[in-house]
DNA sequence: TTGTATGCGTTATCAG
DNA sequence: CTGATAACGCATACAA
């Protein structure tokens, strides 16, 4: 900058209104300003001017990516949204974990983020301790915390109503009794709430949820493997599977075309999230399709509101997932048109 | 830090080398200041830090996460190797054209990252001149520069063979004459490349290059249907297809299904790119698979030690991906072990 | 073993 | 309409 202003024979002062439009300049000066800054090839330095301004125009992202394949999307829109609005986003991986997850926040802080977004662990009071006390705006991602009880902005899709759906499907439509579930990581919110409505289902529909069999799957496909294998060793082992989330779905299905089953026949299941593909291909999969724009566009608009005003009440925004029936569960080959 | 060293009663010099560990001080005053670090709840400032040092160890990241939805996977091994080298990552969209391209480098740029990892546009020399006159380090991926012109790093998969591989599989192995190609976007290198290798297959088992449509099928679904419509609607239609790559292999056998098709009844087809569930899901697409983790892996190291030595002479890496034979093609139903 | 002084590249304040 | 100067929070050369 000191470059430009010797070349435009001006002072930095001159320069960096010029460039930040801060004050009436003359129309000449103002051109050579321009000129100056072409010759010499300049580009402000943000690190310098985010020392001074105290702001970074820099959004974190801590999530895991590897548990949640869906997660991907989440990225694409939050990254969009969080460009079109000025802002740039920073990447780390929480690993599902309280540790990494801190260590992740601890990254995020010292790069002065002016705000986060977070998929929070199963354990996650020390990571919103670590931000309050910097007093860094945080919304919490696809992970809405227990009603109220904390004071944060959350984006979330309902869990307990559409597992319930999935289940009552099952049920009523294709008269199953035998259920199982293949949950997501054991402590998450989600995986709670899922299971929760896997219950719920059940119950309403004239069956016992303490004899229904749970098996956490976790993320990774050997434990998907294992989990079902030990449902499918069961006494009486479940006509129909509750798949909790992308990751488990493929997992399974891989799992029961080795044992040549292909569902509906053989087992029937539905799935929690969507996959683009899932109309195309065969087993065409039954699944609850969550809005994963929607999630990251919300998230970084409640994210800039807050930096705009800390003082708001903290909004929690629940978003329906749609029902997508398909073939999986055991529907006839005639196609049901998606929602959308 | 003036708080901790306040705290501590010793100088914010001491402070800095108690965390930076950049010179040896007394046990007793560096349990001082490790007690008021705790107690203050300080946390450094990297931008005043990076303003200082002169490096933000930060890598950009610049490509386009929306026409390959195979990039999400490279991302995270981008992520991960990133972090364990004490990396942070900044994430940029290039929509795959050359004017966002140098916006995204603009903002690269201006958090004055470390190295840049770039999946380059179709014209991306003002890209690499942008970066060439800061000097910061860059990294090609996926898209490797016409061969040794331009002294920059990359790594990216090997096309051409590989696509005859696959076009030469269909008329070998299954006698497929009247071979079409939908192609990804025009311009970009593994385009050029691909098509290339369609071209090279067709002409080395004896069939005429120019007399095999060829037909960019774009980013978008909807683009990718015209061409499949175009294409079907040619005097003479192929009885067999070269998918481009991920993206366009799952919109056309969407659009192959609404037409009640499905391969390889009807219609034949092999794709660049490989899905997690392939193996799983019918039809059962033969591919060639990309090894995406080392591909982010790679990128990283390359960018690193050009980082570190900046002067070496630049390296271009060529993967090899692996061909997972199974149905799509039109192989009996016996399954093909894959490679790996 | 520790502290003082300086500057990294900006922008805000205050003067001219 | 424009410029000199200080300060953002840190790391280092130099001094003690």
């Known amino acids: 900058m000191s470059d430009v202003a010797r070349v435009a024979k001006v002072s930095t002062t001159t320069v960096s209104h010029v460039i930040n439009k801060s004050r009436k300049v003359n129309p000449a000066t103002e051109k050579a300003v321009r000129d100056a800054i072409e010759a010499t090839g300049y580009a402000a330095d943000g690190i310098a001017r985010s020392l001074r301004i105290g702001s970074t125009h820099t959004l974190g992202l801590a999530m895991t990516a590897i548990s949640n394949p869906y997660f991907g999307d989440v990225v694409h829109a939050l990254e969009r949204t969080a460009t079109s609005e000025g802002y740039t986003l920073i990447l780390t991986d929480t690993h599902d974990t309280p540790e990494r997850e801190q260590r992740a926040l601890r990254v995020l802080l010292s790069h002065r983020v002016d705000g986060v977004v977070l998929a929070p662990s199963a354990v996650p009071e020390h990571a919103y301790a670590q931000l309050a006390k910097r007093k860094v705006p945080l919304v919490l991602i696809d992970r809405v915390p ?99 989330n992308n990751l488990i779905t493929v997992a399974t299905i891989a799992e029961l075309r080795k044992r040549g089953i292909t569902p509906p026949r053989g087992m029937a299941t539905v799935s929690f999230d969507d996959f683009p593909w899932a109309d195309s291909f065969q087993p065409r999969l039954t699944t609850m399709s969550q809005p994963v724009e929607d999630l990251g566009v919300i998230a970084v608009q409640l994210l800039l509101e807050r930096i705009a005003s800390p003082d708001l009440e903290a909004r929690h925004v629940r978003l329906a997932p749609t029902f997508q029936v398909r073939e999986s569960c055991g529907c006839p080959p005639e196609r049901v048109a998606p929602d959308i």
Do not use: C, W, Y
């Not at 289940?167 to 919110?189: N, Q, S, Y």
């Not at 896997?198 to 989990?227: C, I, K, W, Y």
């Open 146 to 244: 227990e009603d109220a009880q904390v004071n944060i902005d959350a984006v979330g899709v309902e869990n307990l109503e559409p597992v319930a759906t999935l289940v009552e499907h099952l049920v009523v439509t294709h008269g199953h009794t035998r259920i199982g579930m293949l949950a997501p990581k054991d402590g998450i919110f989600t995986t709670k709430e899922r299971i929760a409505g896997f219950r719920l289902g059940l119950e309403r529909n004239g069956l016992d949820p303490d004899a229904a069999p749970v098996e956490h799957a976790g993320e990774s496909a050997e434990q998907t493997t294992a989990a079902l294998d030990r449902m499918l060793a069961l006494p009486e082992p479940p006509t129909a599977l509750v798949l909790g």
